[in-house]
């Protein structure tokens, strides 16, 4: 097996890191890389090495499925959020939250605005 030669790409951002998200129909994911990766080591990119859900590793995706609070802020996303709505629910204290599956296809031809606060 030939030894993989290592290249150097030097960025002309100033941004520390490039980020993906891809939200699918049923399951979505990230992954990510830091602009010094990039710089030394090209073809590395980070991806979460799989979900959680139960205390165990399910997938390197996560269900398309967002739980947002009474007030429409923002409240958990793929298994955390099927989770806090399973707790909620048994408690029946899920009255009033805003639990959305498999919405991906809704969104196609809408226009969605993001404020973003620091």
């Known amino acids: 097996m030939a ?3 290592s290249s ?5 951002s100033s941004k520390l890191v490039v980020a993906a998200i891809e939200i699918g129909t049923t399951f979505s994911g990230y992954a990510f890389a ?9 073809p590395k990119i980070n991806v979460i ?13 996560t269900p398309t499925v967002l ?3 009474p007030e429409q802020n923002f409240e958990a996303f793929g298994f ?9 629910a048994a408690d029946d204290e899920h009255e009033g939250y805003f639990y959305f599956r498999r919405f991906k296809m ?9 404020h973003f606060q620091r």
């Open 34 to 42: 830091f602009k010094h990766d990039v710089e030394t080591d090209p």
């Open 49 to 61: 090495p799989a979900w959680i859900a139960g205390g165990q590793r399910i997938s390197l995706e």
């Open 67 to 69: 739980l947002l609070d």
């Open 8 to 12: 150097s790409v030097k960025s002309k």
């Open 80 to 88: 955390d959020a099927e989770n806090k709505y399973a707790e909620l």
């Open 3 to 5: 030894a993989r030669k």
């Open 106 to 114: 809704k969104l196609y031809n809408s226009t969605v605005s993001v």
